[in-house]
């Protein structure tokens, strides 16, 4: 009997340092005069480091050919937009976001979504298998292990038949992750590169100088560091809100659920300080995507995106996702005694 339930058809960031091989970045003038043009420096790559050297493996990053493409598409951007360089930065990064990222974490939730309709014919089919292996061992004299390692092995080969048949394997849900955290580092080393003279334009003027006055509001010089920490504390709290959305309409999470959410919690108010201590540039690009992140994470929420990005309906999703998340805010954190 086992033999057949086997076979039976089943139904239908690394930290960026700024400086670190390049020389200091220049505090303001005093006085709040406009900063002067830099000479052009004749750097056309960060130093290489010895192989085993400090910093050897990100001197290769920053001369790596990615980063050289996160490059060419930041300034090919600038050139074709004529935006100043904080806008073309912001604009840069809602297209890359909304051409890849989107469309990659609505194929995550549509994956997710397939795998959460599984589950009740998963457990389905646990049942009756540990039914089927008790009366087997019984029959057999099989001991306790060998009884659970036999239900184990069936479990997983029943299970992956279903992920095959409907073709929602969990693991294409990290599609995102793989694509997004490599674009993420490039675009920022990319910066960084810009930032410390490490970059030329075409027509050989610096793109340092250019992102020195290329600012707006109270970071008017983009290779600078942000000393009024609004631009790093920022991108903090956007990270955390992030988190808490994901956070809010969760009901008894596991321990390992409990220790991820915690751990991402302390990653974001981790990279405040880490954003007080590299160039504007990046942290403006660090904001901007944080905040195209919350946008993205809010929209998948709506039933009619989902419907036109033909996420399957689950028992989980909810016709009111936004009402649930301020009901969720309010019960938490104000009407909680």
């Known amino acids: 009997m086992l033999c057949r339930l086997g076979r039976r058809r089943l139904p239908p960031l690394s930290v960026l340092r700024p400086g670190t091989h390049g020389s200091p970045l220049a505090p303001p003038p ?3 005069s406009e900063r002067l043009p830099v000479p052009v420096r004749a750097v056309a790559s960060v ?7 400090v910093g050897g493996w990100y001197e290769a990053l920053a001369a790596s050919p990615p980063v050289r493409g996160a490059e060419e598409l930041l300034l090919t951007a600038h050139a074709a937009t004529g935006l100043p360089w904080w806008a073309s930065i912001l604009l840069t990064t809602v297209a890359v976001r909304g051409a890849v990222t989107l469309p990659l974490a609505a194929y995550q939730h549509y994956i997710l979504a397939k795998v959460e309709n599984l589950q009740p014919e998963i457990k389905n089919i646990a049942r009756h298998l540990n039914q089927e292996i008790a009366v087997r061992a019984n029959q057999l004299g099989w001991s306790k292990r060998v009884a659970r390692l036999t239900y184990l092995r069936n479990m997983r080969r029943l299970v992956a038949e279903l992920y095959v048949r409907d073709n929602c394997h969990p693991f294409k849900a990290t599609l995102l992750v793989w694509i997004q955290l490599p674009m993420w580092i490039c675009i920022s080393v990319a910066l960084r590169n810009f930032s410390i003279g490490a970059t030329h334009s075409e027509a050989g003027f610096s793109v340092q100088e250019q992102l020195a006055t290329g600012g707006i509001l109270w970071f008017p010089d983009l290779t600078a560091l942000d000393s009024t920490w609004i631009l790093p504390i920022s991108v ?5 809100l992030i988190v808490e959305i994901f956070a809010l309409p969760k009901n008894g999470m596991t321990r390992f659920q409990k220790y991820v959410t915690y751990f991402v919690r302390g990653m974001s108010v981790l990279m405040i300080p880490i954003a007080a ?14 905040f195209m992140g919350l946008s993205q994470n809010l929209l998948l929420r709506s039933p009619g995106f989902r419907q036109l990005c033909h996420i399957p309906s689950t028992k989980s999703a909810s016709h009111t996702p936004y009402k649930d998340l301020i009901d969720a805010f309010c019960a938490k954190f104000i009407t909680k005694k």
Request: neutral net charge.
């Open 277 to 290: 201590t590299v160039p504007s540039s990046i942290v403006l690009y660090w904001l901007c995507s944080s």
């Open 236 to 240: 903090g709290v956007t990270n955390l």
């Open 47 to 53: 130093s290489a480091g010895g192989p085993g050297g």
């Open 30 to 32: 005093a006085g709040g």
